[in-house]
């Protein structure tokens, strides 16, 4: 190795240990600009207690979430309370009875029942803006609490944690990410998993530039709304005015409203991977603009139950997008799945062109690279990024090779010699708010 060589290599690492705790990669897609915390020190939480604190106070934090935080009888239970039984639970133990909350009449003329859960599900934690809320390694859990992003929250990322376990037994039980009136929300490399209701939810309050990238929506359950172990609440898209940037997410065992979208915004769906779906996967309802594109739908039932204003692009649709979108389209694929057919071309002469540059797979990649990809613990299993970092370091990784396509299993094998991924090629300052504080008490 010469001399320089080994400098360059030095120096990389050097910026790979520096960045190792922080945010990897930056936004892209519609939350392009998203800096989270930004610059400030990363440092991770004792206990739920100073993690509450953290993600709610007014400073720019970067926090880490470096093991499993429990929120698990943090706020109490309510013991043999009251909830009802939907028509949709014919099933018993293994369906969803729902907590007749008092806030709401949804339970109408169900037959009551009682039910004990855990409170601190029930109100996710209230997040305030400029935080990155970082996972170390696959370490970072989020157990029986979800985060809130409300109230002209900005410029929050989320990235490599796994929130589980809210309630997964109850309609209404807890949700896992909500944004309801804020704007530049980068969500990524996130699992969710045992949710008593949405996975993701965006509410009628402008949400503005959302990305939601390489994240894992598992939805099997003992506890199914649909009676069969899958899901049903997955992905809700409400905000007017939305834009939201949906890629390289792994949806599985779900069935329903997966996602289902209305009211007067944007959702670019690209490179995302649907799996075992025995309901329906898209629900579109008014108002909303949703251009879908080289996915693939592998066991989905009904990959489309409502058209809206939906442009979903197949092989015949090429020429279309040339002209249209002044670019080249990517076909979704289907296999073992109904149809999605869709074709509405006002999504194409009126989609934003906001979403940056992307890179568009091809739908015969997408199902490897997304296993390969995402969820929690990938990221130094990214491919994007081990090629930046060969490409910064001059070296070439001894990481094994992927071993994901099919399976969906991680991939095993020693751990690669360094920490490869976490380089962040160009820091940028928060765009506004209150600057960075030193911190510390
Ligand atoms: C979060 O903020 C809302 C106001 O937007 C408030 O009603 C709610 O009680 C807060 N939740 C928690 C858990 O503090």
């Known amino acids: 190795m010469s001399v320089q060589r080994a400098l360059l290599a030095a120096v990389a690492l050097l910026r790979v240990t520096a960045q190792a705790a922080g945010v990897s990669g930056t936004a892209f897609g519609f939350a392009t600009g998203t800096t989270g915390g930004g610059n400030a020190a990363a440092a991770a939480p004792s206990d739920i207690a100073q993690l509450t604190e953290w993600l709610t106070d007014s400073i720019p934090r970067v926090i880490l979430i470096d093991k499993e935080f429990n929120y698990l009888g943090s706020e109490g239970k309510c013991f043999n309370c009251k909830c009802c039984v939907p028509d949709s639970n014919t099933c018993g133990s293994s369906g969803q009875n729902a907590i007749a909350l008092a806030s709401s009449s949804w339970c109408g003329t169900y037959p009551t029942t009682t039910c004990t859960y855990d409170k601190a599900a029930l109100e996710g934690i209230n997040v305030s803006s400029h935080k990155s809320i970082v996972g170390v390694g696959s370490a970072g859990v989020i157990r029986g609490r979800g985060l809130r992003l409300a109230n002209g929250v900005s410029n929050v990322i989320i990235q490599n944690i796994h929130i589980t376990d809210l309630n997964p037994q109850y309609i209404w039980g807890g949700d896992a990410i909500t944004l309801d009136g804020t704007d530049q929300i980068w969500i990524d490399h996130v699992k969710i998993s045992l949710i008593g209701r949405q996975m993701f939810v965006a509410g009628f309050d402008s949400s503005g530039r959302v990305t939601i990238s390489n994240s894992e929506f598992d939805g099997r359950t003992s506890w199914s709304a649909s009676c ?44 995302n991977y649907w799996f075992s ?75 934003p062109s906001g979403g940056s ?16 990809n995402a969820g929690i613990g990938k990221l130094r299993r990214s491919r994007a990024s081990k090629k930046k970092d060969r490409q910064y370091a001059g070296i070439t990784p001894s990481v094994p090779a ?28 928060l765009p506004s708010g209150p600057p960075a504080r030193p911190q510390g008490s």
């Not at 940037?245 to 409203?257: D, L, V």
């Not at 594109?293 to 649709?317: I, M």
């Not at 992307?358 to 997304?370: E, Q, Y």
Request: proline share 6%.
């Open 357 to 372: 540059r992307f890179n568009l797979l091809d739908a015969g990649r997408v199902k490897s690279s997304v296993l390969s």
């Open 402 to 429: 992927s071993s994901a396509a099919g399976s969906g299993a991680s991939p095993t094998g020693p751990p690669p010699q360094f920490s490869w991924t976490t380089i962040v090629v160009k820091p940028t300052p």
């Open 277 to 351: 779906n025995t309901g329906h996967a898209f629900d579109v309802g008014e108002g909303t603009n949703a251009l879908i594109e080289g996915n693939v739908f592998d066991q989905v039932k009904t990959p489309l139950l409502t058209p809206g204003k939906t442009f979903a692009v197949s092989s015949s649709d090429m020429s279309t997008c040339n002209s249209m979108l002044g670019r080249s389209c990517s076909a979704n694929t289907l296999t073992t799945s109904g149809t999605l057919s869709a074709s509405d071309q006002s999504v194409l002469s009126s989609f």
């Open 228 to 271: 069969d172990g899958h899901h049903y609440w997955t992905i809700l898209g409400y905000g007017k005015n939305d834009k939201v940037t949906f890629t390289g997410n792994y949806i599985h065992h779900t069935s329903g409203r997966s996602p289902r979208l209305e009211f007067d915004n944007y959702w670019h769906v690209y490179n």
